[in-house]
């Protein structure tokens, strides 16, 4: 653990041992999940091949954010992987059929993942974020 001395506005002060008492929790409890609750989206959960490209979203803007939370995979790709998903299932897959599967899963990983990123920072920024189901 580090320690930080912060200068914080009586207001401030105020809120959190308010909070605090109604919550009944220390108030170093109370200002530490304040702080990582506004802190920016976590990557860690993201497997490793990812992180690098969600961290360069951060750069972006907020209407670049809002384009990518619409963003679907090109529907003949959809219909390429759900082809190459059934054949997969029935064990017929060539060499070359598997590395597609493989490349188009993650795309589609890379694309799922970039969505919900683009959300969180988005929410972090401080916009709303209408929960829907992806088009199809």
Known sequence: MQSVTVQLPDHVYQRLTAAAQASQKPLDDLVLQSIEAGLPPDL????????ADLRQMDQMSDALLQQLLTTDLDPEKIKQYETLLEKNQMGNLTTKEQK??????????????????????????????PVSAPSQ
């Open 100 to 129: 597609a599967l493989t490349l188009l899963r993650e795309e589609a990983d890379l694309l799922m993942f970039r969505r919900a990123y683009a959300a969180a920072l988005l929410k972090w920024r401080g916009h709303i974020v």
């Open 44 to 51: 860690s959960h993201v497997p490793k091949r990812f992180q």
